[in-house]
């Protein structure tokens, strides 16, 4: 079965610092999608960043990185500059299919990240 | 802005109640998505449409019930809930299931209260 660890539960950042959220994954599918949402108090999920198993470059989103590393099987998040209003919640997710061409997202426990002023 | 619309932001609504939970998409994505997330955990999937048919049901309790009336449109009608149900309801939308980097693309939730 597939499965997201992120074992970060909080953080807590100097604003304007760099910040790297972890993420680990396990699949035996050699084709696989991983995705970073944030979450602010808010509620609304909003999607970040993509990486798809066989792209040769690691994803980038304006300050948002993913640093790929398929033999280590981790997606970390990379958010260079962090800024007061990147304290949200932020979410792992990796695809899984089933059915012909069905797929739902397997989700991380979340980190909270919280930027200090 | 998300592209994805849910109303009503808020409902509060007692266990004889009936409502409904409403969603809006303008990206002509043909797969859309109810999650429910109780509060400091990840979202759980309730159902898919895709092509405006149930693909997927989570084994949701039969007091949630979706309607997909076209594709641009997903309702999830609520009777009879119980206090733990009281979660955020989350809409989502994805060009199509299926495809490599096909993203779900999420809205910005319903929070709803049972009393």
């Known amino acids: 079965a597939q499965k997201i660890t992120q074992t970060q539960p909080g953080m807590f950042v100097q604003e304007k610092e760099a910040v790297t959220l972890d993420c680990t994954y396990d699949?035996?599918?050699?084709?696989?999608?991983l995705f970073w949402y944030k979450q602010p108090s808010s509620g609304e999920m909003i999607f970040l960043i993509y990486?798809?198993?066989?792209d040769q470059q690691n994803a980038t989103e304006g300050r948002y990185s993913l640093n790929f590393q398929k033999a280590r099987k981790s997606a970390n998040l990379v958010i260079s500059a962090s800024q007061l209003g990147d304290s949200a919640m932020y979410f792992c997710?990796?695809?899984?299919?089933?059915?012909?061409?069905?797929?739902?997202?397997?989700w991380g426990a979340g980190t909270k990240l919280i930027i200090k002023p | 802005d998300t592209e994805v619309t849910q109303t009503p932001k808020h409902l509060v609504m007692g266990m004889t109640n009936k409502k409904s939970l409403k969603c809006e998409q303008h990206m002509g994505h043909r797969a859309m998505y109810w999650y429910k997330q109780k509060a400091k955990k990840p979202p759980e999937l309730m159902f898919v449409y895709s092509y405006e048919k149930l693909s997927i049901n989570e084994s949701v309790p039969s007091r949630f019930s979706p309607e997909c009336p076209n594709s641009s449109l997903l309702n999830l009608h609520l009777h009879a809930l119980q206090p733990e149900d009281s979660a955020l309801y989350l809409c989502?939308?994805?060009?199509?299931?299926?495809?490599?980097?096909?993203?779900?693309?999420f809205g910005e939730g319903s929070w709803l209260t049972v009393v």
């Open positions: 990486q798809g198993s066989y």
């Open positions: 699949t035996s599918d050699p084709s696989y999608g």
């Open positions: 989502a939308s994805s060009q199509r299931l299926g495809g490599s980097g096909n993203t779900i693309y």
């Open positions: 997710a990796m695809r899984e299919w089933f059915g012909d061409s069905n797929y739902q997202l397997i």
